[in-house]
């Protein structure tokens, strides 16, 4: 598999998420219009009522947080807007907070609705929205409003912001997760010890579970580095880590360094799974190189002293063009005082003295 494709979330911050403009539609019947009848500014105290944690808003950045309420007609719905301090941060919490009743709504990217509740992502805004009555609401007057509380719909060049998705051939909807730090790792993948991330080092890991068989299953973690050498050495830290787990837990984790990253099956029925699990996987990037001349068949030594001969030559050319000059300089003038001695190019005036006219 290729690890190439994409998805990212646009570019809004908590106070702008809602004051996008919408795409103007013209329609037969007329469509709700949801109006937004406060809005405060409030702490991470208000995440108990959403079900939140305020040490995973932290680890993930949360700088602000705005509560809203919207009615339309006898519909109420409140809103609690995250501003973090990136779009990856935002769609972190996004995949941590999504619950397996969640689901993808239809033309709405990073957009997901279920059990009276929706999470979106805008920009570096993570927005959650409860409905406040229970009463029945068309599905169409509930994409409208959560069209209110998003605003515009993230663009190409925004999604293209996000890390890289895992490869979906086996994929179990709705596993992936993105954790950028312990205490999220710790939720996530709890049989993983967390402090062999190195998420001190920039390490960023996307998690998720793949269906190997009709009754196995198998949670991947790939822990994504800065560079080769980071990705290196945290590789050798946790395979030597994982050498020295209990031998009767020894099939449970098989890890594998490609490039940045460093792979690690976990639950697999034996090593020999794990194994052929991770033959799946490839890490593809796409690299600039220079133009190839071509191959030559000189060695770099024999090609090192065919440019000093060139330089020595070039040199010698133009010492033998300087005296060739200097030559014919003083031939000229030897000829025009033999032919041309009482001429004024030659004699000058005052017959070739120099007057000082002192007086």
Same mark, same amino acid.
């Given at each position: 598999m290729v690890w190439l494709a994409t998805s990212a979330i646009g570019a809004a911050s908590v106070p702008g998420a809602l004051a996008q403009e919408r795409p103007a539609i013209v329609t037969l019947v007329p469509t709700p219009e949801w109006q937004m009848i406060g809005s405060r500014t409030t702490d991470s105290a208000a995440l108990t009522a959403?079900?939140?944690?305020?040490? @995973?808003?932290?680890? =993930?950045?949360?700088?602000?947080?705005?509560?809203?309420?919207y009615r339309f007609d006898n519909h109420a719905a409140d809103v609690l807007l995250e501003q973090a301090p990136d779009p990856s941060a935002a769609y972190g919490l996004w995949t941590f907070y999504r619950s397996e009743g969640m689901t993808p709504v239809a033309g709405m990217p990073l957009t997901l609705a279920g059990d009276g509740k929706a999470l979106l992502v805008r920009g570096a805004a993570f927005i959650r929205v409860s409905r406040a009555d229970r009463g029945a609401l068309p599905d169409?007057? =509930?994409r409208i409003l959560l069209k209110t509380v998003g605003g515009s719909l993230p663009s190409p060049r925004a999604l293209g912001q996000l890390p890289p998705a895992l490869p979906s051939l086996g994929l179990?909807?709705?596993?992936?997760? +993105?954790?950028?730090?312990?205490?999220?790792?710790?939720?996530?993948?709890?049989?993983?010890?967390a402090d062999l991330y190195g998420f001190e080092q920039g390490a960023?890991? $996307?998690?998720? $579970? +793949? @269906?190997?068989?009709?009754a196995g299953k198998v949670t991947l973690a790939a822990i994504n580095y800065p560079t080769p050498q980071i990705a290196r050495d945290a590789f050798d830290s946790i395979a030597s880590a994982l050498s020295h787990k209990a031998t009767g837990d020894s099939s449970a984790f098989d890890c594998r360094r490609q490039d940045t990253y460093v792979l690690v099956?976990?639950?697999?029925?034996s090593r020999a799974v794990g194994d052929r699990f991770l033959d799946q996987f490839k890490v593809a990037k796409q690299i600039s190189q220079d133009q190839n001349p071509g191959p030559s068949e000189r060695s770099e030594v024999v090609q090192l002293v065919q440019l000093l001969l060139a330089n020595g030559v070039l040199i010698i050319g133009l010492v033998i063009l300087s005296l060739a000059g200097g030559i014919l300089v003083f031939a000229a003038k030897r000829l025009a005082r033999k032919w041309f001695a009482d001429s004024l190019f030659v004699e000058g005036r005052q017959g070739g003295l120099i007057m000082l006219n002192l007086r």
């Open positions: 959403w079900g939140g944690d305020p040490a @995973i808003e932290s680890e =993930y950045g949360v700088t602000a947080f705005a509560a809203r309420t169409a007057d =509930y179990v909807p709705g596993s992936e997760k +993105y954790v950028l730090g312990p205490v999220a790792a710790a939720h996530v993948l709890p049989s993983f010890p960023e890991v $996307q998690a998720a $579970q +793949y @269906i190997t068989g009709p099956v976990m639950n697999a029925s």
